[in-house]
């Protein structure tokens, strides 16, 4: 069961791999954990992708692929594995196909958590956060008990710069013309499913069961 999550930032894709990755004992990957796992142990990858991060430079696909590669030859992934945020574009896909197939080895499905624009502008601005605890909210569907504060810790809730509508439009914009390229990618393959976003999460979980039991 080897699955690619797909959807705009605020989709909730990330929720949705965690809950398979849980589900089907399989490790949840994302480049960025990866990444900061190479470079904490000191990895001869993790070194080589320290040299472009320290310059403030994108770590090249090819050498982002041999690090997801490594981290999907350990015994943990042996039944599969959920990768989130990889890969964002055609070029990074094309690779990252390329390399599979040289290990005899290919991704099942990819897995398009379709949430309209409007939505994600609605849904990620009316998050809230506190920055002493660490503890988020959200205006209409996960309120706190007194507005604007914490219900935790009694300090102060705020918009992050991230969740703001205007930051949220610009990171859409990317992703239309990065990452939605890659839904007719993988449709080509015929590996590509869509599930409605904009449902409750746990009926987005529960066709993406549904979708994940044609494999059995």
């Known amino acids: ?69 490594d981290r999907v030859s350990q015994p943990d992934c042996t039944k599969g594995y959920v990768l989130d945020g990889f890969p964002r574009t055609i070029p990074q896909a094309e690779v990252l196909e390329k390399a599979l197939n040289e290990i005899n080895d290919h991704i099942d499905y990819a897995i398009d958590v379709n949430v309209p624009d409007e939505n994600i502008v609605r849904r990620m601005s009316g998050r809230r956060a506190c920055l002493s605890c660490g503890a988020t909210f959200h205006i209409v569907h996960v309120p706190p008990k007194t507005e604007g504060i914490c219900d935790r810790c009694g300090k102060e809730l705020i918009l992050r710069d991230d969740d703001k509508p205007e930051t949220v439009e610009k990171r859409l914009a990317v992703y239309h013309e990065q990452t939605q390229p890659l839904i007719e990618f993988y449709s080509a393959k015929g590996i590509l499913r869509t599930v409605d976003g904009t449902v409750d999460m746990m009926d987005v979980f529960e066709e993406i069961t549904k979708i994940l039991g044609e494999m059995a």
Request: glycine fraction near 12%; hydrophobic fraction near 40%; avoid cysteine.
């Open 1 to 69: 069961m080897k699955i690619i999550m797909l959807g705009a930032p605020g989709a909730g894709k990330g929720t949705q791999a965690k809950m398979i990755a849980d589900k089907y004992d399989v490790p949840h990957i994302s480049t960025g954990d990866i990444f900061r796992a190479n470079i904490k142990n000191g990895t001869e990858l993790g070194v080589e992708a320290k040299k472009y991060m320290d310059q403030g430079m994108l770590v090249p696909d090819e050498l982002t692929v041999k690090i997801l590669l």
